[in-house]
């Protein structure tokens, strides 16, 4: 099955540069490694919609996630592992 990482607004800045990329890019680019099939920007975030400009970046940005999807839900500036969603994943946790 399908799923979507989810953005959460956080007390921090998810277009902060860690090593470069801002950080919600970084999760991004992770979740996309580990299959996602797009990234939710929920209320808050819109303003950071402009950090996933980037040629390594092909996911869609969604409003809400779809219909039946799993999902993988995260503040928008957190620094995980970028392995963290995959292993997610293969323990078939979700929602």
Do not use: N, Y
Request: aromatic share 4%; proline share 6%; charged share 20%.
């Amino acid at each position: 099955m399908s799923w979507v990482l989810v953005l959460e607004a956080d007390a921090g800045d998810p277009a902060r540069k860690v090593a470069g990329l801002p950080l919600a890019l970084r999760l991004g680019l992770d979740a996309q490694g580990a299959g996602a099939s797009g990234v939710v920007l929920t209320a808050g975030l819109e303003a950071v919609e402009g950090a996933f400009a980037d040629p390594r970046f092909r996911l869609p940005i969604l409003k809400q996630p779809p219909e039946g999807a799993d999902r993988v839900t995260i503040g928008a500036s957190s620094v995980v592992h970028r392995t963290l969603f995959k292993a997610i994943r293969e323990a078939g946790v979700s929602r």
